[in-house]
């Protein structure tokens, strides 16, 4: 079971992002938080990111995507900044 990456709190960002299992090759697990705007990817290679500033309705979208690595790539990759935080 996919669990939150360790604690790496910046100002403001929340230490701990609960993720959940996904079907996807691409992509193990995800997770939001909604009063930071967070989104946390758990990769199938390995790695885990988190995505600053992405609205809540971009994390539902990602969640219905017949492709769930193709969303992250077009539609979250070239628009959030983001940090890796577990590999």
């Known amino acids: 079971m996919p669990q939150a990456a360790p604690d790496t709190a910046d ?6 992002v609960h993720r959940r299992p996904v079907e996807s090759r ?3 697990s995800v ?3 909604a009063r ?15 995505y600053f500033g992405v609205p809540e309705r971009a994390y539902a ?3 219905r995507a017949n492709s769930r690595g193709a ?4 539609r979250i990759k ?5 940090r ?3 590999t």
């Open 78 to 82: 070239p628009y959030y900044r983001c």
């Open 26 to 28: 691409a992509i193990e």
């Open 31 to 33: 997770g939001y938080d």
């Open 11 to 16: 100002s403001g960002y929340p230490s701990r």
């Open 71 to 74: 969303y992250v790539n077009g």
């Open 36 to 50: 930071s705007r967070t989104l946390e990817v758990e990769y199938a290679g390995g790695g885990v990111y988190r």
């Open 61 to 63: 979208l990602l969640l």
């Open 84 to 86: 890796r935080v577990a």
